[in-house]
């Protein structure tokens, strides 16, 4: 039954990834088209102080809430129903503070902090949606207690369709006003579909605790406000810090670009360019392996509590051997294939050279993310926000020091030093803390040698055959080749032998009592 539920959610969380990130991305071309490459640039630096606001709101609601419904609920769950209500309570309260603080500060934090007042906007707009997105981060964290992913899935759905809607609805509109309201439109959106959302999910949680109503008398009177705090304070305070930096870069690569151009809008065009266009088509491809690492932390988990060192030797190669298959592919395709799909995405040479430069990183920048899941798998988040703090502290320095004199190069080279230096780190601090012994030819060797050979046979097959008549044509013929080549050459290798087959379909250790 568990192995059952387990690959439900491996479906739910892979395919509900796939839908919002191929959205997300149709959207965000459809935005860039009708804003500009300097409106996705505005639209970047709003976004830069409202994600530090999401994490201040919400960033251990979820988690909170999760640990300790869970922990009534292997207790007998007596209460479950009050103790949710009161978590979410709190929730809510955290919300509105951080949205009033928001709402009172936009005009100076957009003038004296982003640089560009006309972000201040777009930043009032946003400060409703803070204490429904607190809402909803604890209403997703009971749900994922109750081992319910599908609800969470399907708001998550339902929210993009409405954001989608809502946007095409009021940008056109506003784009005769200017930048500054096409972006207050695109924001307007983002408020909207939160709500709807919210609500699609506290609809779900009520009718929820429907089948958990208790009879008189089994109400629990202690308050879980301690409790609550002593997990939601620790993790906003390291999350806190870790987005203060990141926001603190990214509003500082517009300004330092401009020295570099001798202009703050072309710079800020270029920023929304790499940030707002390149980066998302360059991360699409991980929405594979991130239901693959939201599944397997609880039995990364659950092998490093009991002592299972085998197992979680096991898993923590299975994961990075994963990682390494399918983000080379995915790099190898971005590199061969930048230029075309720079045209056919955005009609721009630019992007296709950021996705042809950034696209031999994506191993790294895979790995980083998954590696740093099996480090916080076993407890090891000190050392993930020792490593992020200390990458972020690089990052400012090199854009500080390089960009004012080599401009967009000057970034990417700090791209690329800032995801070796870090991944690295991560991916060392696994091997130590999980015993587990590397494997360089299968991990990278092989991977790699198979997408040379890829490329080299998709180059001597196209220059055999005619050229393709459009970009879309290049991309999926060619595309396909690459693809069948390196599996192919992986299976030749042993890399996706038999064996490794079996093991993907193996049971999750929460199976595995006897024997």
Not at 168 to 179: I, K
Not at 356 to 371: A, I, K, R
Not at 416 to 444: E, I, K, Q, Y
Request: charged share 15%; proline share 4%; net charge positive.
């Amino acid at each position: 039954m568990k192995k059952r539920l387990f690959l439900k959610n491996a479906v739910i969380l892979t395919g509900t990834g796939l839908l919002l990130r191929a959205a997300g991305m149709l959207f965000r071309i459809y935005v860039a088209a009708r804003i500009g490459d300097e409106g996705m640039g505005l639209y970047q630096l709003i976004f830069t102080l409202y994600n530090l606001a999401i994490t201040l709101a919400s960033a251990g609601a979820s988690v909170a809430v999760t640990r300790l419904v869970a922990a009534r609920l292997a207790r007998g769950g007596q209460g479950v129903a009050r103790l949710s209500r009161r978590l979410v309570g709190y929730a809510l309260a955290g919300g509105c503070a951080v949205g009033t603080a928001q709402f009172l500060l936009a005009q100076p934090a957009a003038s004296l902090w982003l640089g560009d007042a006309r972000a201040a906007l777009s930043l009032k707009i946003l400060a409703p949606s803070l204490p429904v997105i607190a809402v909803g981060a604890a209403l997703r964290g009971y749900f994922m207690a109750r081992r319910q992913v599908a609800a969470a899935s399907r708001a998550q759905i339902f929210e993009q369709a409405v954001r989608i809607a809502a946007v095409a609805l009021l940008l056109g509109r506003a784009l005769d006003y200017g930048v500054e309201w096409a972006c207050a439109a695109v924001v307007m959106g983002n408020t909207v579909s939160e709500i709807a959302s919210c609500l699609w999910v506290y609809l779900g949680w009520r009718r929820d605790l429907c089948r958990l109503r208790e009879p008189a008398g089994t109400q629990q009177s202690d308050s879980p406000l301690r409790e609550y705090a002593g997990i939601v304070l620790p993790v906003t305070a390291t999350r806190g810090v870790g987005s203060l930096l990141v926001a603190a870069e990214n509003i500082l690569v517009p300004s330092r670009l401009a020295l570099f151009l001798g202009g703050y809008t072309e710079a800020l065009a270029q920023f929304g360019r790499l940030k707002g266009m390149a980066m998302p088509v360059l991360f699409f491809p991980f929405s594979l392996l991130a239901a693959l690492s939201t599944l397997l932390l609880p039995e990364i988990t659950q092998a490093h509590s009991t002592g299972d060192s085998r197992r979680l030797q096991t898993l923590c190669g299975r994961t990075v051997g994963t990682t390494a298959m399918l983000s080379i592919l995915a790099g190898g395709l971005f590199a061969i294939f930048s230029a075309p799909l720079g045209q056919l995405l955005y009609q721009s040479e630019e992007i296709g050279f950021y996705i042809g430069v950034l696209g031999p990183l994506m191993p790294f920048l895979y790995l980083e993310s998954m590696v740093d899941g099996v480090l916080k798998g076993v407890g090891e988040q000190l050392s993930t926000f020792r490593y992020s703090v200390c990458d972020s502290a690089l990052r400012i320095l090199l854009v500080v020091a390089l960009v004012p004199r080599f401009g967009m190069k000057g970034f990417l080279f700090m791209m690329l030093c800032s995801n070796l230096f870090t991944s690295l780190l991560n991916f060392r601090r696994m091997l130590v803390v999980t015993g587990t012994r590397p494997d360089w030819m299968g991990w990278a060797g092989k991977p790699v040698l198979a997408m040379a050979g890829a490329w080299a046979g998709y180059r001597a097959l196209a220059a055999a055959l005619p050229r393709p008549s459009s970009n879309l044509a290049a991309l999926l013929w060619g595309g396909a080749v690459v693809t069948a080549a390196y599996l192919l050459l992986l299976w030749a290798t042993g890399c996706l032998s038999a064996e490794m087959l079996r093991a993907a379909e193996k049971e999750p250790l929460s199976d595995r009592r006897k024997g």
